[in-house]
């Protein structure tokens, strides 16, 4: 099984070819590339490569399959006996990405062989 781990919008995500993930919301449009470039892992059977903190050269490839705005989140504010409430609420605005192809360049960084 062939996965990475990508660092986008502040959150880390595992990811393989051919899944369809949710990331932060991205600047480009609906049926274009985007390329992440923060690999943080790379495994490949039982090779796993790690990076300090990145892998150099390492790259995901991922299609845009559209833009959305995820479930509404509803944050209630009270403090009891004071006749205080606030009802606040927001809804993330996502890019819908689905992972073409995963490419680790010049493996400089450590590799380890897990025992698994």
Known sequence: MTYAIIKTGGRQYRVAEGETIDV???EVEAGK??????VLMYA??????HGDPLISGAKVTAEVVEQRKDKKVIAFKF??????????GHRRKLTRVKIKNISVGAKKSATKESEE
């Open 44 to 49: 490949e059977g039982n090779r796993l490569t």
């Open 24 to 26: 932060d919301l991205l």
């Open 79 to 88: 403090k009891r006996r004071k006749g205080y409430h606030r009802t606040v």
């Open 33 to 38: 590339t985007a390329t992440f470039g923060h």
